[in-house]
């Protein structure tokens, strides 16, 4: 069983910057993929950025390309999400995922691990 517990959530101006960590417990994350979904009032939780267990690719959706990066610390057993250039349409609560799947996915079902997530919120 893996635990995790997402922090770095917060009220930004546009352009502005984040770091999202997830803390993982319960067991090593190393070798699983692990991604960020976000969800914002009235829509589908959808997948952000993921990090595959295959060879650690990284892998985003076209919104987040270029402002975005995810990055893992094995020896931490965290994640991290460091949002650059924030955009209103960034304002969502961020997830953080793990699972099995050693291609990684985009899809929410192949995560069996959910943090509770963390409300990024971006001012215009």
């Known amino acids: 069983q893996v635990q995790l517990v997402e922090s770095g959530g917060g009220l930004v101006q546009a352009g502005g910057s984040l770091r999202l960590s997830c803390a993982a417990s319960g067991r090593t994350v190393s070798n699983l993929s692990m991604g960020w979904f976000r969800q914002a009032p009235g829509t589908e939780r959808e997948f952000v950025a993921g990090i595959r267990m295959s060879d650690s690719g990284t892998t985003y959706t076209a919104s987040v390309k270029g402002r975005f990066t995810i990055s893992r610390d094995n020896s931490k057993n965290t994640l991290y999400l460091q949002m650059n250039n924030l955009k209103p349409e960034d304002t969502a609560v961020y997830y953080c995922?793990?699972?099995?799947?050693?291609?990684?996915?985009?899809?929410?079902?192949?995560?069996?691990?959910w943090g509770q997530g963390t409300q990024v919120t971006v001012s215009s």
């Open positions: 995922a793990a699972g099995g799947s050693y291609w990684g996915s985009t899809m929410s079902r192949a995560y069996d691990y």
